[in-house]
């Protein structure tokens, strides 16, 4: 695996790679490592001849500084996984690599509704933040196939709309969510969670299987409600559950049956703020 950490040293590598006619497949990632990342790892692998990995703990998109000063960072660690995927790329780029004019002069895109709703509501700046880095990546490494998790099911659709209104030619491949082995979904905030609160973690899963198991049965608002006191009985401090058309996550209130559905959840287990959602149908 070679190892970059200039913009230009990059291009030019993958330049060389796209002329000889190789095609380019895109993880990015804020690090800390999980099987999660790694099966979208095997996923570009699978689909293209180069695979590039970046690892990039972005300030732009913390609105909780708190948030971004405990981010795990376990740059060793990963490295080693990388290799062990068969990665050929690591872009490893500084902050100043990234942000040479600091955060002042960064742009803003027209993302519309989804930016105002659950996690656009919720972090505000934060999608701003996360499409600054995205993009400024995209523009660095040209793929052809970009792959990112469900996990981030809101994050995805914004992506989306980035590629579209910057024109920007890649194609994003969503991958299914990875879990432990209980269910608990895998993510470097993980590592954050004490004995107790990894115990409590779970409650999201069981929510969401919960919703997934009665969504048929009961009325939308009587869900939303047991799935509240359900995730505040262990420890939880919900920003939001959210049973919402899986297109434009506008809340659904009555469901006929046939529209596509997603449950959506963040909720704070003490300081660590844990998200996760399923399709419903
Ligand atoms: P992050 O490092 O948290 O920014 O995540 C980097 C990429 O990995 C994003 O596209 C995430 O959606 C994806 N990802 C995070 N957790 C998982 C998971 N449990 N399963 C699959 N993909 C994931």
């Known amino acids: 695996m070679t190892i970059i950490k200039g913009i230009s ?6 330049n060389f790679l796209k002329n000889n006619g ?3 497949g895109f993880v990015p990632t804020m690090g800390a490592l999980h099987d999660g990342h790694i099966s979208l790892i095997t996923a570009s692998k699978a689909e293209n ?4 990995c970046s690892i990039f703990v972005n300030p732009t998109q913390f609105n909780d500084p708190k948030d971004f000063e405990k981010y795990p960072i376990t740059i060793e660690a990963d490295i080693e996984k990388l290799e062990l995927a068969g990665t050929n790329i690591l872009f490893l780029p500084s902050v100043t690599e990234m942000y040479p004019d600091g955060f002042d002069k960064v742009p803003h895109y027209d993302l519309g509704v989804i930016e ?4 656009g509501k ?9 499409c600054q880095i995205v993009h400024k990546l995209l523009k660095a490494v040209q793929p052809h196939n970009l792959y990112m998790g469900q996990k981030d099911y809101q ?10 209104i910057e024109n920007l ?16 979904a895998m993510s470097s905030r993980n590592m954050r969670l004490n ?24 009325s939308i608002a009587y869900l939303l409600d047991r799935s509240n006191l359900m995730l505040t009985d262990n420890n939880f401090r919900p920003d939001y559950v959210s049973i919402a058309d899986a297109e434009t996550l506008v809340p659904v209130e009555n469901w006929d049956g046939h529209q596509k559905i997603v449950a959506l959840i963040a909720a704070y287990q003490n300081e660590v703020r844990l998200i996760d959602n399923m399709a419903l149908d």
């Not at 105002?116 to 996690?119: A, F, G, S, Y």
């Not at 919720?122 to 996360?130: A, D």
């Open 155 to 164: 994050q995805c659709m914004v992506i989306n709309r980035l590629i579209q």
């Open 122 to 130: 919720f972090r505000p700046g934060h999608f701003q933040g996360v």
């Open 9 to 14: 040293a990059l291009q030019e590598n993958v």
């Open 49 to 52: 001849d180069i695979t590039v």
């Open 195 to 218: 004995e107790e609160e990894r115990k409590n973690a779970l409650t999201i899963y069981r929510v969401l299987n919960y919703l997934k198991d009665h969504i048929e049965k009961e």
């Open 116 to 119: 105002t709703i659950l996690e």
């Open 22 to 24: 190789k095609t380019i």
């Open 169 to 184: 030619g890649v194609k994003l491949h969503t991958r299914p969510t990875l879990r432990e082995k209980d269910g608990l």
